[in-house]
């Protein structure tokens, strides 16, 4: 009888709107992964689950993502389980560098550590599900999902990028490059500057591009901070923006594939570059026509991603302290220069990754909050601006070129609109606190 009651009690508690979105949510993360594995095999190439699986024994290709994604999992334990857990991390990692250099093993793709992070988040799904009950149980296997789905994040968008690449033989760069007079072609001035950098300018905007997550996870742990404490998460963070932006990016990039001028313009490109021109020189004025590319470059610029999670990161490090507001407002405009600098991406590409980060971060509020008047107008006019964006891109490229001082303004008016409409309606949801104002004390009766 008891038995019973327990079943029917656990029934009914898997069927709670949170609980099932949860399970919702990881059913649909798993199968999006199998997807990815088997599109990944017909190529001939291992998916985002197997090269996950390789890096439990073999040298990992990102072993400060590991690390960050640890980290991550560990804003559920206390101050005494966070020191247990990094030390044997790297004792993990210790010991896989010795029995390397003892049989020999040179690391020749990849990171000597990492490994121990990976091992102490799946030893943390086994303590979960093995040592505790409840509440607990739950909350641990929240923290060691949101460190497994940041590292499978970056797995599933490598393998997203080869399908790109494979199932697009023709790139809109043309396009793309044609509408950027309207801007001014600012890839090219940003290239010019970068190589006048020298040296040290170029290596601190490569670490700040390809380290973009690690710069996630310092502000999600400081949005995190305060979980081992509450025992919940919070109902909106930074991983939740940043998850939903990698998985709808890639579907944009299958709509309108572009590889970047450093490869359509420039040496990168090869053979298949409609000539070597950035950054020295600015591409002519004319009629665009798709243009063939090779089968390895990713077509991953329109919109930018890089964009658009800087732009995530600075939204959330909003109401950090001092030095996170600071490293948040460093981080998007590192990036930003960054994506220009080394040629990754157009100016029209940063302006489709702001509204496109803009959207989703007002769609996942207005989920957060329920949805009212003022979230679907926000949502729906961010995804108007973006629709706009590409269609302006892709058939008015010409007229854009031809009139920059009529196209240029109205392209930043658009994405102006965004920004303003974000911060005054998120405004009025999230009103600051005032200080409360004491009552004049009144003289005593006499």
């Known amino acids: 009888m008891v038995s019973r009651i327990k079943c029917r009690i656990d029934f009914a508690a898997w069927r709670e709107p949170r609980v099932a979105l949860w399970v919702a949510a990881g059913g649909v993360a798993v199968g999006f992964l199998v997807a990815l594995e088997v599109s990944a095999r017909c190529y001939g190439l291992p998916g985002p689950i197997t090269n996950q699986a390789r890096e439990v024994i073999c040298p990992p290709k990102s072993g400060f993502l590991l690390y960050a994604s640890m980290a991550l999992m560990m804003v559920v334990l206390t101050w005494r389980q966070r020191f247990i857990a990094a030390g044997v991390a790297i004792g993990i990692d210790v010991a896989f560098l010795v029995v390397r250099w003892a049989l020999g093993i040179r690391i020749s793709d990849g990171h000597p550590f990492g490994n121990g992070a990976l091992w102490v988040i799946l030893g943390h799904a086994v303590i979960a599900v093995t040592r505790r009950k409840g509440r607990e149980r739950l909350l641990l296997l929240k923290g060691v999902g949101l460190g497994l789905l940041l590292v499978a994040g970056r797995k599933a968008g490598d393998i997203w990028l080869l399908i790109t690449s494979k199932t697009r033989p023709t790139v809109f760069d043309p396009y793309a490059a044609t509408a950027d007079h309207a801007l001014g072609n600012p890839s090219w001035l940003a290239g010019q500057l970068v190589r006048a950098s020298g040296p040290i300018g170029a290596h601190v905007l490569n670490y700040v591009y390809i380290q973009l997550a690690v710069a996630a996870v310092v502000v999600a742990a400081y949005q995190l901070r305060n979980v081992a404490v509450e025992r919940r998460f919070p109902s909106h963070h930074l991983v939740r923006t940043f998850l939903v932006i990698g998985l709808l990016g890639p579907g944009i990039y299958m709509i309108f594939p572009v590889v970047g001028p450093v490869f359509a313009y420039g040496a990168g490109g090869g053979h298949w570059a409609v000539a070597d021109l950035w950054p020295n ?70 302006v489709a990754g702001v509204v496109f980060a803009l959207t989703i971060e007002a769609a996942l509020r207005a989920l957060e909050r329920g949805w009212d008047r003022s979230g679907i107008q926000l949502v729906a006019h961010g995804a108007a601006v973006f629709v706009a964006l590409l269609l302006a891109y892709r058939y008015l490229p010409v007229e854009m070129a031809e009139h920059p001082w009529v196209f240029g303004p109205l392209l930043i008016l658009a994405m102006t609109s965004v920004v303003h409409g974000y911060v005054r309606t998120t405004g009025l949801w999230d009103p600051e606190a005032r200080p409360v104002t004491q009552p004049e004390p009144q003289p005593e009766p006499v």
């Open 281 to 350: 020189t600015l591409p002519p004025i004319h009629t665009p026509h798709q243009i063939p590319f090779d089968e390895i470059t990713p077509r991953n610029c329109m919109p930018s991603l890089h964009t658009a999670w800087a732009t995530a990161i600075f939204i959330h490090s909003r109401k950090g302290p001092r030095i996170l507001r600071c490293a948040g407002t460093f981080w998007l405009v590192a990036t930003l220069g960054a994506t220009l600098g080394f040629g990754y991406h157009y100016g029209v590409d940063l």
